[in-house]
């Protein structure tokens, strides 16, 4: 089920220059490109951040639609159908519009794993900024080290970045649905307070977009997992999960009768609101529900602004970054 607003808001964005999203988010339009940013983020004059959307770099897609054949994607992962220079172009032009030319990049090799990273000191290589260079198996880095811009892909998965405004350290998060059950999210912050001292209740949280409950259907064993894990789990799924996931012993019923007479009957499916479950993980990490901003838009739904795997099969990716400025007031 694709949601009712699909084109509904598409002219609100076309051309966006400095506009509201609204919840803490804004699009900002920077060297060709536009940067969706959470407000609070933006107001910290030592934090460089953002989330990339999909056009604006020199990529193109063999699309099958046409308007897709000219357009030039914004695509910052190494994906099989892209050039890697053309990659590494596009990372230029991020780094740009970010303001951030002088920092390193600090991309990882995702595994959909709970693997968080301290990056900083000895191993980073500030002479090839975009460069995948020796890149590390993970899915959350965090830092305390200015010049480094931890980014995360993404193309469904959620983002979250991260930033203690006290004892000024920052993370970088790519959280699909094996990384949330894994807690990836609270993990992050539990590195956090073990190397830099962080407390929870000042770290701002930024939940990126990602693939909405409008969009993300999963199959019983995934309901069935989390049920297991998290006592909460049943507000993160719509309401077919109390049947799947509900009752001590699951019961085929509800399913069987929605079948057809005639017809196979369907895997049980339900949706997932990874989102909410974020948000759900980070207040119990111990962060104030109030510094958690989610950005509410779903990458399926908006494939004028993202890449979507699950909608488009070959696609980009998205970068969503998070560094410090080198200052000399840092407190
Ligand atoms: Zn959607």
Same mark, same amino acid.
């Given at each position: ?7 509904g808001?598409k002219?609100k ?7 509201t999203?609204g ?8 060297g060709?490109?536009?940067i969706?940013?959470?407000v609070?983020l933006a %107001?910290l004059?030592?934090? &460089? =951040?953002?989330?990339s959307?999909?056009?604006? /770099?020199i990529?193109?897609?063999?699309? !099958? @639609? ?6 030039r994607l ?21 780094l740009?519009?970010?303001?951030a030319?002088?920092?390193?990049l %600090?991309?990882?090799?995702? &595994? =959909? ?6 990056? /900083?000191g000895?191993?980073?290589?500030? !002479? @090839?900024?975009?460069?995948?260079g020796?890149?590390r198996?993970?899915?959350?880095m ?11 892909q ?9 930033v ?12 699909g649905?094996?990384?949330t ?16 001292g ?7 949280a930024a ?14 064993e ?6 297991s ?7 993160w799924?719509d309401?077919?999960f ?6 001590e012993?699951?019961?085929p ?10 017809h196979?009957l ?6 997932l ?22 950005c ?6 908006r ?10 099969k ?9 560094g ?8």
């Open positions: 089920m694709k949601s009712r607003d699909r084109n808001d002219a964005f076309a051309g966006a220059g400095d506009e999203v919840n803490g988010w804004r699009f900002r339009r920077s060709g490109l536009t969706l940013e959470c609070p %107001r004059d030592w934090i &460089v =951040h953002g989330f959307t999909r056009g604006g /770099g990529s193109s897609l063999l699309a !099958s @639609r046409e308007e897709e054949k000219s357009a914004l695509n910052l992962g190494f994906t099989d159908w892209d050039a890697r220079k053309n990659v590494m172009e596009n990372r230029v032009r991020w740009k519009a970010l303001n030319e002088d920092f390193t %600090r991309p990882l090799r995702q &595994v =959909h794993s709970d693997a968080i990273e301290l990056v /900083g000895a191993d980073s290589s500030p !002479s @090839r900024p975009v460069s995948p020796s890149v198996s993970g899915d959350g965090i830092s305390n080290q200015p010049g480094l811009l931890l980014s995360v993404t193309a469904d998965c959620l983002p979250i970045l991260l203690d405004s006290k004892q000024r350290s920052i993370a970088a998060i790519h959280a649905w094996r990384g059950l894994q807690r990836i999210a609270m993990k992050a912050v539990g590195k956090m307070r073990m190397e830099f962080t407390r929870p209740e000042n770290v701002v939940v990126g977009p990602g693939i909405g409950p409008c969009c993300y259907e999963v199959g019983y995934v309901a069935r997992e989390f049920d894990q998290f006592a909460d789990a049943a507000l799924f309401e077919k109390e049947r799947l996931a509900g009752d012993e699951p019961n019923l509800p399913w069987l009768t929605m079948a057809p007479p005639g196979p369907p895997p049980p499916r339900t949706s609101n990874l989102a909410a479950a974020n948000r759900s993980i980070l207040i119990r990490a111990g962060l104030r529900a109030q510094y958690i901003f989610l509410g838009l779903c990458t399926s739904c494939g004028d602004l993202f890449f979507s795997y699950r909608n488009e070959t696609t980009g990716r998205l970068l969503n970054s998070v410090m400025r080198p200052t000399s007031s840092s407190s």
